[in-house]
């Protein structure tokens, strides 16, 4: 019993350094063993609800994927996720099927700027992603980020640049090509991104 809950804690360690306790209910944690944990220095908590493993930096990212499960990171946030940007934003870009709808007064205290999509167009390209503080988090594949950042009127076209030489520099391949046609043919039919692409690769 005790090397089962010694398992599920370096499952959540691996998975979630900043963790919060209905993420920690997730891996068969309870609310004691947390609050003994934490007694012990196994972890800190830092707030109601919100622990970190000794040795980790408090991940904002991580945490508001956790509260907001239904939510993935897109636009800039995205681009900072996969390394695409050096920008640092006032807010989260963070997308939401339609028809969930989470309380404006919590997307405002935690600086999120939502959109809302169809479910069709909200599950093209979701993946999941390690953070520079070693997170797991919903964001958008790499693909659709740079699709989704070069069609926004509201994003300013040096950081739209950098992100496609960023995005080159990392040797694509022919798999991520095809996987970039299929999500323009999907969502932007008329994007010039990928002519774009092949300009800058010359």
Do not use: C
């Amino acid at each position: 019993m005790v090397m089962t809950k010694l398992n599920s804690l370096k499952r959540l360690e691996h998975d979630f350094p900043t963790f919060t306790y209905k993420t920690a209910q997730q891996y068969d944690l309870s609310k004691y063993e947390l609050h003994e944990l934490s007694n012990d220095g196994t972890i800190y908590k830092i707030d109601r609800g919100v622990y970190i493993f000794p040795g980790y930096l408090l991940d904002e990212f991580s945490l508001l994927s956790q509260r907001f499960s239904r939510g993935v990171f897109s636009l800039i946030s995205a681009l900072i996720i996969h390394n695409l940007t050096d920008e640092m934003s006032l807010h989260y870009d963070i997308v939401f099927p339609q028809g969930y709808h989470p309380a404006t007064g919590t997307l405002k205290e935690n600086n999120i700027r939502a959109r809302y999509l169809s479910k069709k167009y909200y599950s093209l390209g979701i993946t999941t992603k390690k953070t520079e503080n070693a997170s797991t988090v919903r964001v958008y594949s790499v693909e659709r980020t740079l699709l989704d950042v070069w069609e926004s009127n509201e994003i300013e076209p040096y950081v739209k640049n950098e992100a496609l030489k960023r995005y080159l520099s990392t040797e694509v391949n022919a798999t991520q090509i095809k996987s970039l046609n299929k999500l323009k043919d999907e969502l932007y039919p008329s994007s010039t991104l990928l002519k774009t692409l092949e300009v800058y690769s010359q």
